[in-house]
């Protein structure tokens, strides 16, 4: 039963469900961890992108993407892209059924909590500043630190020489920590299609109380920014890379 699409669906289900935990515990009202802040939510998606990827490689992916910016990035390396999309169906399907649980968990929680977009922020992201063009390049350089680090991270030199070698899960997490700590109070810091869009799709979906709009007006931002970034980032490995 393993395989690269289980891995994916699996690891970014895992993912989300963690990452979208600690949104709706800091947020919801009557939750232990209401009101938390920022380092714990920045925390916690760390250790879900940590927990997502060994859980993605124990069911069958090597790369464990969760991600489809990183797939796209891989693609643009290796000049491959037949299992692009097959992979991305994976990814997305996983962060809408890791929402869907996440929403489950905190039933009793919807109905306490009056304020509907802060129920819409527990799946996905928004601009603190509403400003489309720096929305997108705030996603945009975020997922390009993302690909690039994580490149220099799983790089021979590192992976396979450097005092680092076999810690590449807990690197990735602690990337993913800093990028939410220094770039990610400008838009939440999607950095990945399939962790915005599939929650925000299971947020228009399931019946939950006094939920509001799901702001497809500014979905396509966490959307096409992070897959720029990956492409431009791909890009730039590819040409500089002297591995």
């Given at each position: 039963?393993?395989?690269?699409?289980?891995?994916?669906?699996?690891?970014?289900?895992?993912?989300?469900?963690?990452?979208?935990?600690?949104?709706?515990?800091?947020?919801?009202?009557?939750?232990?961890?209401?009101?938390?802040?920022?380092?714990?939510?920045?925390?916690?998606?760390?250790?879900?992108?940590?927990?997502?990827?060994?859980v993605a490689q124990g069911f069958g992916s090597h790369d464990a993407a969760l991600n489809p910016a990183v797939t796209l990035a891989g693609a643009v390396l290796s000049g491959?892209?037949?299992?692009?999309?097959?992979?991305?169906?994976?990814?997305?399907?996983?962060?809408?059924?890791?929402?869907?649980?996440?929403?489950?968990?905190?039933?009793?929680?919807?109905?306490?909590?009056?304020?509907?977009?802060?129920?819409?922020?527990?799946?996905?992201?928004?601009?603190?500043?509403?400003?489309?063009?720096?929305?997108?390049?705030?996603?945009?350089?975020?997922?390009?630190?993302?690909?690039?680090?994580?490149?220099?991270?799983?790089?021979?030199?590192?992976?396979?020489?450097?005092?680092?070698?076999?810690?590449?899960?807990?690197?990735?997490?602690?990337?993913?920590?800093?990028?939410?700590?220094?770039?990610?109070?400008?838009?939440?810091?999607?950095?990945?299609?399939?962790?915005?869009?599939?929650?925000?799709?299971?947020?228009?979906?399931?019946?939950?109380?006094?939920?509001?709009?799901?702001?497809?007006?500014?979905?396509?931002?966490?959307?096409?920014?992070?897959?720029?970034?990956?492409?431009?980032?791909?890009?730039?490995?590819?040409?500089?890379?002297?591995?």
């Amino acid at each position: 039963m393993h395989s690269a699409w289980l891995g994916e669906f699996m690891g970014t289900l895992v993912l989300v469900l963690l990452g979208t935990g600690v949104n709706a515990g800091v947020t919801l009202r009557k939750s232990y961890a209401a009101d938390a802040g920022w380092i714990v939510i920045t925390t916690g998606w760390a250790l879900g992108v940590l927990c997502g990827v060994i859980v993605a490689q124990g069911f069958g992916s090597h790369d464990a993407a969760l991600n489809p910016a990183v797939t796209l990035a891989g693609a643009v390396l290796s000049g491959k892209y037949d299992q692009v999309f097959w992979l991305w169906s994976a990814q997305l399907l996983g962060a809408m059924c890791g929402a869907g649980l996440m929403t489950a968990q905190y039933t009793p929680h919807w109905a306490a909590t009056p304020d509907a977009g802060a129920k819409l922020g527990v799946f996905c992201t928004g601009p603190a500043i509403r400003m489309p063009l720096a929305n997108l390049f705030s996603e945009i350089l975020g997922t390009a630190v993302l690909i690039v680090v994580a490149g220099a991270i799983f790089s021979p030199g590192v992976a396979e020489h450097g005092p680092v070698a076999g810690l590449g899960p807990l690197l990735v997490g602690a990337l993913v920590w800093g990028i939410g700590l220094s770039l990610g109070g400008t838009t939440g810091y999607a950095i990945n299609p399939a962790r915005d869009l599939g929650p925000r799709l299971t947020h228009a979906l399931l019946p939950i109380p006094g939920k509001g709009g799901s702001n497809w007006g500014y979905a396509w931002i966490p959307v096409m920014g992070p897959l720029v970034g990956a492409a431009l980032a791909g890009l730039l490995l590819k040409v500089t890379r002297p591995w």
